[in-house]
């Protein structure tokens, strides 16, 4: 069974800067269980919003963030 686990916007920004006390260890450890299915991560409207937003002000970023969410998420919780 698969924990099931919706990570706040500011989670996602934390892995892409390495900030908040995240190192890339966290983030492979993160990619590892979500493989294994120990982990689903759920995204919401939120999550998309709050990254499109700042694409003006940090495209890369912005960019960065979303690639992240896409690759983590669970396909059916982007729909």
């Known amino acids: 069974m698969s924990l099931l ?3 706040d916007t500011n989670v996602f920004d934390n892995l892409v800067k390495k900030t908040g ?3 890339e260890a966290d983030e492979e450890r ?3 269980d979500v493989c294994s299915r120990k982990l689903t991560v ?3 409207h939120i ?3 709050e990254t499109l937003a700042a694409l003006q002000s940090r495209p890369e970023i912005a ?3 979303l690639g ?3 690759s983590l998420a669970d396909r059916g919780s982007l729909d």
């Open 68 to 70: 992240l969410i896409v």
């Open 30 to 32: 993160l990619r590892a």
């Open 5 to 7: 686990v919706y990570l």
């Open 63 to 65: 960019k960065a963030q």
């Open 21 to 23: 006390g995240v190192t």
């Open 47 to 49: 999550n998309i919003r």
């Open 42 to 44: 759920v995204a919401s």
